[in-house]
């Protein structure tokens, strides 16, 4: 695989991550942002007034539409795609 550095190109980080926010829904967009905080769907589900039930559709929807295997796989994308913010302290 050739450095992106060395060859001029630029990664293709843009495209996906405009891709993906109009793949998800603003409330989809919201969950996988509180996933990736570590929030289970109950805590969720509490942060933005819905049901637990709901937070779990929206959960399934978003791995669904991003292709994630789980949760943390999920939390992964979003971050690699630089949906959510990487907060250091």
């Not at 990664?11 to 996933?35: G, K």
């Not at 007034?49 to 796989?73: D, F, M, P, Y």
Request: no cysteine.
């Amino acid at each position: 695989m050739s450095d992106p550095s060395r060859t001029g190109s630029v990664p293709a980080v843009m495209p996906i991550v405009d891709a993906t926010i109009r793949v998800l829904s603003a409330r989809e967009f919201e969950v996988v942002r509180l996933v990736a905080e570590g929030l289970t769907d109950a805590e969720i589900a509490g942060v933005i007034g819905i049901t637990e039930r709901t937070a779990r559709a929206h959960v399934a929807a978003a791995r669904s539409k991003l292709q994630a295997r789980s949760r943390t796989h999920l939390a992964v994308l979003a971050l690699r795609q630089r949906l959510i913010p990487l907060d250091i302290d």
